[in-house]
Structures are given as structure tokens and as C-alpha cells.
């Protein structure tokens, strides 16, 4: 069976500082991951997608993952926060057996950017 | 281009009672997800829809749970009779063609309170 941890609920960081949310998954098969982002009141976002090409994965905003397989993590990086960035992060997985497409959620990280 | 839309964005029902939430899709998307979030857990995977046809269902909680689309255009997800475990936060997606190359586009989700 697929599934990701998400080692934080709450991380808080200030603006400027680097951003660092991390994912562990667990999956029999190559996985395919996403990094999804929710602000108030909106749609979920991709942010970023690994499906077995580069190792380091480049998406919007800045932010950025690294696929380690040895170490089963995906975490996601940015150098430095925004306020705009204040939101709730999912690390998501999909075995890449699944051809429909059905997402694998982590609990979620909530990003806290203080001024 | 209009994004996923979800009405209502808030339902308060009794325990018994019955309530339909609604999903209009990117105009164009075959692929139609949904999807829900119960207080303090993970988002989870309820069934997928490729036009009318459900491809997928093996998320769904139980009976009490029907989602239909007609037509293959919006998505309905009825829920008869509710229980308060039913309460979370119902989010749908969207994708024009199946599986992990393309995007899903998440609506802002329907929050259901069961009293």
C-alpha cells in the first residue's frame, strides 16, 4: 500500500528565512509525488510533481523538492518565505501503476510566516 | 478560464437529514474526482468519474453515499441519510485527461457540518 507522512502539522518560520516541510512516503511500486498548497478559502494548487525523471523537482513560486530514495523523502524547500507563503502544504502520492490518477494525502504541514 | 466550483461552500444539516453537494468541472474535463477531508485527518480519495462512468469507487465510505453525473458534465454527491461522522470538508478535482501527467484542478470545497 502507498501512503506519506508528513513529519510536521505546524511549522513557523520567519519571512526571509528558508522554508523546509518534509514527507516521508511508502509505496511498493515507483511512486509519482506532489507538493499541493491550499490558501484560505481556495482550491488546492499544484506546486510541484516528481514522476521519475530529475531527482530535484523545480515549481512555482520558488519552492523546490528533492526525491531521495534511499531515505523514502520527498521534502520541500524554498530559501526564503514569503508572507504570501503562509498556508497549508499536502505531500501527495499516486503509484504510478494508477492509471486513473487517484491522490495519496499526507495530513498536511501548516506554514506560518511571521514578519 | 473558470476554475472547479462547489455550491454550497457551507451546509449545516441535522443527523437524518439529507444533503447534496454539487461540482461543476473545467469546461472540457472528462476526469472528475472527489474527494474528502474529516476534521483532523487526511484528504481521502472518494471515486472518480471519467465522463458519466464511475472508474473508480473504491473510496466511498458506504451506502449512505451516491454521487452521480449526468451527462458528464457536473458531479453530484448526495449523502442520505447523514451522520455526524459525515462532517468534514467534500473537495472535488478535475483533469482533462486521466492519470499522472495531467494536473488536477481542485475546487474550493463544500464544508459539512452534521449536528
Known amino acids: 500500500a502507498q501512503s506519506v507522512t508528513q513529519l510536521d502539522s505546524h511549522v513557523s518560520v520567519s519571512e526571509g528565512t528558508p522554508v523546509l516541510l518534509r514527507c516521508n512516503y511508502s509505496s511498493s511500486y515507483s511512486p509519482s509525488l506532489f507538493w499541493y498548497v491550499q490558501h484560505p478559502n481556495k482550491g488546492l494548487q499544484l506546486l510541484l510533481k516528481?514522476?521519475?525523471?530529475?531527482?530535484l523537482v523545480k515549481g512555482i513560486n520558488g519552492f523546490e523538492a528533492e526525491f531521495k530514495k534511499s531515505e523514502t523523502s520527498f521534502h520541500l524547500t524554498k530559501p526564503s518565505a514569503h508572507m504570501s507563503d503562509a498556508a497549508e502544504y499536502f505531500c501527495v502520492v499516486s503509484p504510478i501503476y494508477n492509471q486513473g490518477g487517484k491522490l495519496i494525502f499526507g495530513q498536511g504541514t501548516e506554514l506560518s510566516v511571521k514578519p | 478560464e473558470a476554475g472547479v466550483t462547489q455550491f454550497p461552500s457551507h451546509s449545516v444539516i441535522e443527523k437524518g437529514q439529507t444533503v447534496t453537494l454539487r461540482c461543476d468541472p473545467i469546461s472540457g474535463h472528462d476526469n472528475l474526482y472527489w474527494y474528502r477531508r474529516v476534521m483532523g485527518k487526511e484528504i481521502k480519495f472518494l471515486l472518480h468519474?471519467?465522463?458519466?462512468?464511475?472508474?473508480?469507487e473504491s473510496g466511498m465510505p458506504n451506502n449512505r453515499f451516491l454521487a452521480e453525473r449526468t451527462g458528464g458534465t457536473y458531479s453530484t454527491l448526495k449523502v442520505q441519510p447523514a451522520e455526524l461522522e459525515d462532517s468534514g470538508v467534500y473537495f472535488c478535482a478535475s483533469s482533462h485527461f486521466g492519470g499522472l501527467n495531467y494536473e488536477q484542478y481542485f475546487g474550493p470545497g463544500t464544508r459539512l457540518t452534521v449536528t
Open positions: 516528481y514522476t521519475s525523471a530529475a531527482t
Open positions: 468519474f471519467v465522463k458519466e462512468s464511475k472508474q473508480d
